[in-house]
């Protein structure tokens, strides 16, 4: 019987010497400017397959001194960008036949950067956790013994579960691997005790049926102090303000996506440590359906729901917690205790009196207290589902 996994990445700081990072570094650029050059004759031979690519390319890469497992993933590295190119505007994410976006993917070959991540298998690259080093090919010959940095659990995870190739990349002159581990899922728990109704939004990034709230003030007040940041920058246009807008770009991604990881192992933790499961809302496309005030929507274009939503969901799987997702509706106007829906419900943003019972609640926790009530009609009519037929 086969195990399902949870693919989760583990990133590693790499803590080379001098020469170590010399030579790490001009590997790293070496294998991103020859991708480069891959990439300019597969658009000029039309994007051939990746035999008929490597039958072009593959002789030349050898000779610029690249490894044959390098050239190997040089090659293969072109080929799966320009397919995801393809899938990209196939789905219509870079517009309409004929947009300025679309055209100017679609006018000239892809483009690497150089400090731009390379993949390493196990031929190139290996792991020696006891002494926390690893031996790496680079263009001036195998480097061994170079040491990295991670926590205990990250380490525990990459001995235990890490699986095929390893990301080098390049972050403001420090260099990082990211290993995939393969993380075996935990059996679901088919007879939850209930649901824990997870309703997500903008004042208060997550707001659970057990009472508890994840306010965005934090995070927004931070959002709003890098905005006024980035215009002063973009408004110099030096190439050191560039720069320095790259950096803080990361470092806000960084710091929502922290927030992110702690607001879903504690609502996960919760769900596990009380036998419930936990039932999202779908928010597929919600961007394209509301409609907001300009001064609203970049609040709503930088809200990382979808981000918290996975990691719930990945946190939950590996701990084996039901999840479902419900459709929102109504969430926010229907009340939870006798079920009226009407829009004037919901007085203001965070306050919900029903017109019918006269319940008060605060809107957030009267909307998670509908979602969790979804869920689990949600999970009871799958499980009837999922009964065999009465022969």
């Known amino acids: 019987m086969s195990v399902t996994c949870v693919k989760v990445v583990v990133q590693v700081k790499l803590l080379p010497d001098a020469v170590q990072a010399s030579a790490i570094g001009a590997t790293l650029h070496a294998v991103n400017d020859r991708a480069n050059w891959v990439s300019a004759v597969a658009f000029e031979h039309g994007v051939p397959r990746e035999y008929e690519l490597r039958k072009h390319t593959y002789a030349e890469l050898k000779a610029a001194g690249l490894g044959a497992q390098a050239a190997q993933h040089t090659i293969k590295r072109v080929r799966d960008a320009y397919t995801t190119l393809w899938a990209n505007i196939r789905a219509g994410n870079l517009g309409r036949p004929g947009s300025k976006r679309r055209t100017k993917a679609e006018s000239k070959p892809i483009t690497f950067r150089p400090e731009a991540a390379h993949p390493f298998d196990d031929r190139c690259l290996s792991w020696q956790y006891d002494a926390q080093t690893v031996s790496i090919w680079s263009m001036a010959g195998r480097l061994k013994t170079v040491r990295f940095a991670c926590s205990a659990e990250a380490l525990k995870m990459l001995r235990e579960y890490r699986r095929g190739e390893s990301d080098l990349v390049e972050r403001d002159g420090v260099f990082y691997l990211v290993a995939v581990c393969e993380v075996p899922e935990a059996p679901v728990n088919e007879n939850p005790s209930g649901f824990i109704g997870v309703d997500l939004g903008i004042v208060n990034i997550a707001t659970t049926s057990t009472g508890y709230r994840a306010a965005g003030r934090g995070l927004n007040r931070h ?36 927030i992110n990881h702690i607001i879903s192992k504690k609502i996960v933790t919760t769900a596990e440590r009380t036998g419930r ?44 917690v039901p999840l479902v997702y419900v459709y929102p509706a109504y969430t926010s106007q229907q009340c939870s205790e006798c079920g009226y829906t009407d829009r004037k419900n919901r007085v203001d943003q965070a306050t919900f009196a029903c017109r019918a019972c006269g319940l008060i609640l605060h809107a957030d926790d009267n909307a998670s207290h509908n979602i969790d009530r979804k869920g689990e009609a949600v999970w009871t009519a799958g499980r009837e589902s999922r009964v065999p037929a009465t022969p």
Do not use: M
Request: charged share 40%; proline share 0%.
């Open 277 to 320: 499961g936990i039932a999202l809302e779908d928010l597929t496309g919600i961007r394209d359906r509301v409609r907001l005030r300009k001064d609203q929507r970049t609040q709503l274009h930088t809200w990382g729901f979808r981000q918290l939503g996975s990691f719930i969901e990945y946190k939950a799987r590996r701990a084996g």
């Open 223 to 258: 959002r709003k102090r890098q905005t006024k940041l980035r215009r002063k920058l973009q408004a110099k246009g030096t190439k050191s303000a560039k720069r320095r807008l790259k950096q803080r770009a990361r470092k806000e991604a960084r710091h929502a996506a922290n």
